[in-house]
């Protein structure tokens, strides 16, 4: 695990680069997803260090040699070590998944869904008809300013979509 994403990140370039509230819920839902199990994965991890820590203390009590008492011992610091990383990352998870949740908690008032009219997963599908449509009027806005013009490829999805007239 590792430090993934700032909250400029999250509110700006991952849900903010989406089109409709619902569209950023859903997407915030997936990174919500991928913390949670990052911070399973390392409640795991931890596991394993503390009990590889345990088997290597006991090893020390057999070993004579001081030698490879010295070698278990480094062994151990160096799991301790990684530790100490993986704490902040995990650390840094957790205050991730704080994050995430609290932006969903702002968002799910603007979703279709909020109001009870519709189940969640169909206002997850409505929103796909307004969020690719938000996308072609952004793609021919930004061919306009760029080319001077709209491509046939853009303007033959737009004249597809069932919003168009």
């Known amino acids: 695990m590792s430090y993934t994403n700032s909250n400029y990140t999250y ?14 819920v859903r997407v915030l839902e997936e990174c919500l997803i991928a913390r949670k199990m990052a911070v399973r994965e390392y409640e795991h991890a931890l596991k394993v260090k503390e009990n590889d820590i345990a088997i290597l203390e006991n090893k020390i009590f057999e070993l004579k040699d001081s030698l490879q008492i010295k070698k278990v011992e480094l062994e151990i610091e160096k799991i301790n070590i990684h530790s100490s990383v ?7 998870a957790l205050e991730e998944i704080r994050f995430i949740n609290e932006c969903l908690k702002k968002l799910e008032p603007f979703c279709m869904w909020y109001d009870g009219s519709m189940t969640k997963e169909d206002g ?12 072609l009027l952004e793609r021919a806005e930004i061919s306009l300013l760029t080319n001077g013009r709209v491509d046939s ?13």
């Open 11 to 24: 509110i700006y370039h991952i849900a903010g680069s989406c089109q409709t509230p619902e569209e950023s």
């Open 86 to 92: 993986d704490n902040k990352n995990y650390e840094y």
């Open 124 to 135: 997850f599908q409505l929103a796909q008809r307004e969020e690719r449509k938000f996308l």
């Open 153 to 165: 490829e853009t303007l033959r999805e737009i004249k597809s979509h069932p919003d168009s007239k």
